[in-house]
């Protein structure tokens, strides 16, 4: 929770990061939408096949206190671990059930993992054609993260999703009528998280890793880089691991959606796809530590850059942030 407070800690990148890039703060306010919520389900307001008659791929129990634990004995290491990563190979042919409507046809699977307080899908492959839409959908409450469209079709072929709170989910894909082609979907990691990113559990609250360094962003001491704190973004990686960053500007001013982070979260080709930005992940009040809303997010990104001994990563996000987040770039000069 690096991003909901000023780090004045050795080391990471976070805020301390957005601290020394003090030369230009620009608003975006004129570029392209990449909103992640939008429109709700069509199971929410259509008449179909009840819920409790669907299928359910049902994954290993989470144990939060056994996996605290376990994270406690392996010592301090950055990034985060948030989840535990469950492998999976599920495909729209292979589990869950189709449903024919007048209108197109509606594709849902339920997955859960008992005790786990959120859960996040990891698409290995992932293509929607025009007019398509996924969706994913809390069981135990009104909250969704979607819909995922035809725009999030990128070269890399992923799509990695926001945590979405709860032991259990519906996974679920329309696709109209007059859509030409076939979705292409591969399900291929489920992530079980047990550090409560959503803290809605009260009677087993995850141990603070946070010390005297760490400094609420509402606090006092924050009033002198108000701008800069909203360039700053809490991340997750495969599924699994947690770390933060800072949007920043480049030379040439054209707004590419750069993210500084550090080399020491392990961020490579490989793993740049899988990340999932979440702005404005903040405290509301000075001393609490959290909790940070989860509401504003965007996925997918490409590995740029990283050097092991100044500690540097540098990645492109897929998508500009959605203007109505408020984010700015942070900027930089060369002392």
């Known amino acids: 929770m690096i991003t909901s407070r000023l780090n004045q800690c050795r080391g990471g990148i976070g805020l301390s990061a957005a601290l020394r890039l003090t030369a230009i703060v620009l608003l975006l306010s004129t570029l392209p939408l990449a909103a992640r919520v939008g429109p709700p389900p069509l199971s929410s307001w259509r ?100 819909p995922y469209t035809a725009r999030d079709n990128k070269p ?67 009033v002198a880089w108000t701008n800069e704190i909203r360039s700053v973004g809490l991340y997750t990686m495969n599924g699994a691991w947690r770390c933060s960053g800072t949007l920043i500007a480049n030379a040439a001013g054209d707004f590419r959606g750069y993210f500084l982070t550090a080399n020491h979260c392990g961020l490579d080709a490989g793993s740049a796809p899988t990340v999932v930005v979440y702005w404005n992940y903040q405290s509301t009040n000075c001393g609490t530590h959290g909790p940070g809303s989860l509401a504003q997010n965007q996925s997918g990104a490409t590995f740029r850059a990283a050097k092991y001994d100044v500690d540097f990563a540098l990645i492109e996000l897929d998508d500009i942030p959605d203007a109505s987040f408020g984010v700015y770039y942070s900027g930089w000069d060369r002392s």
């Open 47 to 146: 008449q179909v096949q009840p819920l409790g008659t669907l299928p359910q791929l049902v994954l290993p129990s989470t144990d939060s206190a056994k996996e605290l634990a376990a994270d406690a004995q392996a010592g301090l290491v950055a990034p985060l671990r948030f989840a535990v990563a469950h492998k999976v190979n599920i495909t729209s042919a292979t589990q869950g059930t189709w449903e024919q409507l007048p209108e197109g046809r509606l594709w849902r699977l339920r997955i859960r993992s008992a005790g786990a307080t959120d859960l996040n899908l990891g698409f290995t492959r992932f293509w929607l054609p025009e007019g398509a839409t996924l969706h994913v959908v809390a069981e135990s409450e009104p909250y969704f993260q979607g």
């Open 156 to 222: 890399h072929g992923q799509l990695w999703t926001a945590v979405v709170p709860g032991e259990s989910v519906v996974v679920e894909l329309f696709v109209p009528a007059e859509a030409r082609s076939v979705p292409q979907l591969v399900l291929g990691q489920v992530g079980a998280g047990y550090r409560d990113m959503f803290l809605k559990r009260n009677t087993s609250p995850t141990p603070s890793i946070e010390g005297t360094c760490n400094i609420d962003v509402v606090c006092p001491q924050g």
